[in-house]
Every structure is written in C-alpha cells, then in structure tokens.
C-alpha cells in the first residue's frame, strides 16, 4: 500500500449481526490503516432501510467497540446522505450517462447468462436506446431503475493483496444500476460518493468485490475524485468450507461472544489469516506493529472447528 499516511474505513451492512467473516474485513483494514500511521472511519452502509433497522446498526458499532476498534471520526450513516448521492446522479443525468430500465429480474436473469465466478450477469442493453415515446409508455407499467452507461474501454489497476486486474466496462460488466426502481441509490453509487467525500484512500474489502472495482474507478473519474488503493482479502468459511453468511448465527458475535474474549477472537481471525503462527489472545494493538500484507493468505480461508 501507500507510503503516505492512509485513511482506511470499514463499511458493514447491518442486516443481520457481524460475523467473523465481517470482522475479518474489519481487522484488516484496521491493521493496515494503523500500521501506516493512518486514520480509520466507520461507514454504516444502510441505504436500505427496511432490511437494515436501526437497532442492528446500533448493534454493529458496539460490537466493533467491544473488540477494541477505534474510529476517528463519528460513524457515518448512509441512510443519511440521500441528498449528497442525488446531487451527484444529477450531476452524471446532465451528462448524458443516464437511462431508465424497465427489465425486471426475472427478465434480466432470462436473458443473460453471467460471467465466470461470483460476478453478476452483464446487462444486454435491452432498455439503452429507447425513444421518448416508449419511455413514457413503459413508465406508466412500472418505475424503472437508472442505469450508468459505461463505454467499451478497459479499466486496469493494481490490486494490494491480488496483483494486476482489467475488466473491459462494456464486455465484462455492461451498464450497471445506480438507483434501484424503489428510488433507493445503488451501492456502486453511494460506495464511491463516500469514500471520496470523506478522503477514503485505501479501501479493504471481501475478494467478491473485486469484479466492482473497476465500475467504481470508472465513477470516481467521470466524477472527478481521485481513486483510493484496493485490497481485497480472501473470504472466509466455516469449518465445512460454506462460505459464511449473517444466517449463520453460531458464527456471528451474539453467539461467539457468550463464549469468547474479544482477545481470543482477534487471535482466532489473526491466525486464521495468517498474522500469527497459531490461535491465542492478542489486542489489535499488539497486531499493528508487524502488519504485513505478505502474511495474508490469497486462498480463501476455511476456520477450525471452535
């Protein structure tokens, strides 16, 4: 990563408790911020409100407190920035680059067939040309998305833990939503507004978001904010190689901290990446001073059995 001083964040989603998984995330932009001398800011990413109540934010931030995360600035609350992400769809509308779509999910999943791996289908763009005249007729059926229209170009970057990456915008990922037929802003949106508005330059995050990236990067240029450095980092798996998820309650914090220490957690998901030669207690503190990315492990991470 950058020799500079760093601003890295940790955005969760709270519908549901964190899990190791989540926390994984967490410990590892944390470390990589602090080892640099950097500042590290929480972001709760709870653009849809009905799945991400209040109290589960609430539990979130607490939790991170519990394990010993510090943040140096207020938590800052996606469903309160609506305002700041419709300014900035405005801005790219005034452009040209915005288009209503009409495909519902059932047709998109019909029509398309997706890319390798966890990517998502590419959009065909079935809805990109249509005339005034079959805009307004559509609109009266249904509301529709607003699509970014991307160009066929290549975006590349390099990423701090995977190496090189390009996807070709057109090819690999087609013209994506940036607001949902509900109103609510996309997280390809509200994800870039933020962690350029708020001086976010290294982002670390789970490998299935790593085919976002170069979207992303795309929006940030056309908007004019710099780019912040990329990590991403394995995922993690349950003892049975499952992929863990906010369902998996024997894995989240409301089950492990009955029956651990916030210290032996850290250790277990330090280990488990690759931080420490073996499982025992450790603060965070203690983890920022050999902080190494070399440490980390590319495969994605099966957990013991606890």
Not at 171 to 179: A, K, Q
Not at 193 to 214: E, F, K, M, N, Y
């Amino acid at each position: 990563m950058s020799a500079a001083p760093a601003v890295g964040r940790f955005a969760p989603t709270p519908s549901g408790r964190l899990h190791l998984g989540n926390l994984l995330c967490a410990l590892l932009a944390y470390l990589s911020a602090r080892s640099e001398g950097g500042r590290f800011l929480l972001r709760i990413e709870d653009l849809d409100v009905p799945r991400c109540p209040r109290a589960l934010a609430g539990q979130a931030v607490d939790d991170l407190a519990w394990l010993g995360f510090r943040w140096d600035e207020p938590p800052l609350c996606q469903s309160e920035r609506t305002d700041i992400y419709r300014q900035h769809f405005e801005r790219l509308e005034s452009m040209g680059l915005v288009y209503p779509c009409f495909c519902t999910r059932a047709q998109l999943h019909a029509a398309l067939a997706p890319n390798l791996g966890d990517r998502e289908p590419v959009y065909g763009g079935a809805c990109a040309h249509l005339t005034a005249e079959q805009i307004a007729e559509r609109s009266k059926l249904r509301r529709p998305a607003m699509r970014l229209r991307v160009p066929d170009m290549d975006v590349a970057f390099t990423d701090g833990h995977y190496g090189p990456f390009c996807e070709n915008l057109a090819r690999d990922c087609g013209d994506f939503i940036i607001r949902r037929s509900d109103g609510l802003f996309g997280y390809q949106l509200a994800v870039v507004i933020d962690d350029a508005l708020c001086g976010v330059t290294q982002v670390v995050r789970g490998r299935d978001i790593l085919a976002s990236t170069p979207r992303q990067i795309f929006l940030l240029k056309t908007l004019g904010y710099p780019v912040p450095e990329y990590a991403h980092i394995p995922l993690l798996t349950d003892s049975r190689g499952r992929r863990l998820a906010k369902r998996d309650r024997d894995l989240d914090l409301s089950a492990l901290s009955r029956r651990f220490s916030p210290e032996e957690i850290l250790g277990l998901l330090a280990s488990s990446a690759g931080l420490l030669p073996e499982w025992r207690p450790v603060t965070l503190e203690s983890l920022i001073k050999d902080f190494d990315w070399a440490k980390v492990k590319q495969a994605d991470i099966r957990l013991p059995e606890i």
